[in-house]
């Protein structure tokens, strides 16, 4: 069964860091792309960061630019956000998504995502 499991989330003080992977067992599905997305409680889920998978082409939230990586390691099918300098407004429940295509536009939306993890929570204290 195709699937993408998140791991690596957990409670840290802000300013802390944590790193979250994500493991695709996505047999024939042709990935193009790969994000990360966050829901934090009462809001809608929201975009956080993208890499394509053939050149790994990285684009992020404004929220997160200068805090966050995105990474891959294709061999592993394995994907990593990187969280650095965490603030109390990250906190939510990460997700991995996968995309068999998206414009540049589309990457950043729900929508064009076809897989998804049922993801990891992270809580950022004060």
């Known amino acids: 069964q195709a699937q993408l499991v998140e791991s690596g989330g957990g409670l840290v003080q802000a300013g802390g860091s944590l790193r979250l992977s994500c493991v695709a067992s996505l047999y024939t599905f042709r990935v193009y792309a790969m994000s990360w997305f966050r829901q934090a409680p009462g809001k809608e889920r929201e975009f956080v960061a993208v890499i394509r998978r053939n050149d790994g082409i990285t684009d992020y939230a404004d929220s997160v630019k200068g805090r966050f990586t995105i990474s891959s390691d294709n061999a592993r099918d394995t994907v990593y956000l990187q969280m650095n300098n965490l603030k109390p407004e990250d906190t939510g429940v990460y997700h991995c998504?996968?995309?068999?295509?998206?414009?540049?536009?589309?990457?950043?939306?729900?929508?064009?995502?076809?897989?998804w993890g049922r993801g990891t929570q992270v809580t950022v204290s004060s």
């Open positions: 998504a996968a995309s068999s295509y998206c414009s540049d536009d589309g990457c950043y939306g729900a929508d064009s995502y076809y897989y």
